[in-house]
């Protein structure tokens, strides 16, 4: 899939307040220093910081305090060598200070204040530009803007920003013995349980799931729904209909679709042999079976680096290394993605092995992360380093 040109998403230019979990389109460059003025860490007083050197409660240092800063205000004017300005945490210093020292340091009688203890003074401010210089880089394209990355922007004057619309997945759910929550439920009949968790993955890596009814396992009904996902969505995310069966028509339906079709079906994997990675067009189509652990899993370890692309995006989950708490033992001819629960025990991170079938949901529902056990290798003792792959998640600062 990676010679495959896929569409890049549509930009669009929202306002700060609303960019949290959204993909910048383009760079970020600082329009103004943070802070944009020299300001005080403390209340106490803002001084030239030779007048006080050395100030101790032996050797104290006089200082004559000639006005007072107020917050949010201009600095009533400067001070000149043996003077002071009362000022605020926050407050902007004076033209010609240089340090503050704190309150707590200090006495003040009939406007002298005596400073008993200087010797944090010059690290008691922050300069104009600390945090950010204006003219530098803040973020690049494709970087998701996170809680603090968007208060950071926010605080560099950055009201409004151009970031990639969030693609359109079209998600068609076959089968016709799923039954939504709510409903009764007859013999034969199981929960629709893919409907949910895949469109939560797909808000959650920053795409909108577009909901179609379910697809009955007629080919004429598969056709006819494939064709309209494909016209009015972006991407398209089949569950179900791509295994060896008579039933089974999706990857037929996407090779008749248009090239360059059909790219991978069936992978060396467990779980998850029956995955279709294909498209129509310059428009993903990622096929998962039907099971719901297996869907779930082939969408984060498949799916999402190949929809990633519309939004100029690699994954950059990082791994935790963790103990394997119990032996895997599988079998060496296929790729394993073995769910885990993490949890710290005596300062260390530890992986338990969730193992149940494919349709078993609770061991993806209790899983932190993803444990791969690679091609050949089939056995990873208890006891071993791993690197355990989170799961999506919702964004974090």
Not at 57 to 71: I, L, S, Y
Not at 102 to 116: C, G, H, N, Y
Not at 316 to 343: C, F, K, Y
């Amino acid at each position: 899939m990676s010679a495959v040109p896929l569409r890049r998403a549509r930009t669009v230019r929202v306002s700060v307040r609303d960019a949290i979990g959204r993909t910048l389109a383009g760079p970020i460059q600082a329009i103004e220093d943070v802070p944009p003025f020299s300001r005080s860490r403390v209340d106490g007083y803002a001084v030239i910081a030779d007048d006080v050197a050395g100030a101790s409660q032996e050797k104290p240092a006089t200082v004559r305090v000639v006005g007072e800063v107020a917050m949010g205000a201009a600095p009533p004017g400067p001070i000149a060598r043996g003077q002071a300005m009362r000022i605020s945490t926050g407050g902007a210093l004076p033209p010609g200070a240089d340090a503050a020292v704190m309150v707590e340091d200090t006495e003040e009688s009939d406007r002298i204040a005596t400073v008993l203890d200087a010797s944090d003074a010059e690290s008691n401010i922050t300069r104009s530009g600390a945090d950010v210089r204006r003219g530098d880089l803040l973020f690049d394209s494709a970087t998701v803007l996170t809680p603090a990355r968007v208060g950071m922007l926010a605080g560099a004057g950055i009201d409004m920003v151009d970031v990639y619309e969030r693609p359109r997945v079209g998600m068609l759910l076959t089968g016709d013995e799923l039954v939504a929550p709510g409903d009764p439920i007859h013999p034969g009949e199981i929960r629709d349980i893919n409907r949910f968790s895949l469109a939560g993955a797909l808000a959650t890596m920053g795409f909108e799931p577009v909901q179609y009814d379910r697809v009955p396992d007629i080919r004429t009904a598969f056709e006819a729904a494939f064709k309209r996902a494909i016209d009015e969505c972006d991407a398209v995310v089949i569950s179900g209909g791509s295994s060896a069966g008579e039933r089974d028509f999706t990857p037929d339906v996407v090779q008749a679709a248009g090239p360059p079709g059909v790219i991978v079906h069936h992978v060396r994997a467990k779980p998850g042999r029956p995955t279709v990675l294909g498209a129509v067009g310059d428009k993903p189509v990622i096929g998962l079976p039907g099971n719901p652990v297996s869907a779930l899993v082939m969408l984060e370890t498949l799916g999402k680096p190949i929809l990633l692309r519309m939004l100029d995006r690699k994954p950059n989950d990082v791994p935790v290394r963790a103990i394997l708490s119990q032996t895997i033992d599988v079998s060496p001819t296929l790729e394993h993605r073995i769910p885990v629960a993490l949890h710290r025990d005596d300062g260390e991170v530890r992986a338990r092995p969730l193992f149940g079938t494919s349709a078993m949901m609770h061991i993806l529902a209790f899983a932190d992360a993803l444990v791969t056990v690679p091609l050949g290798v089939g056995r990873i003792d208890g006891g071993t380093s791993v690197d355990a792959w989170p799961l999506s998640a919702p964004p974090r600062p």
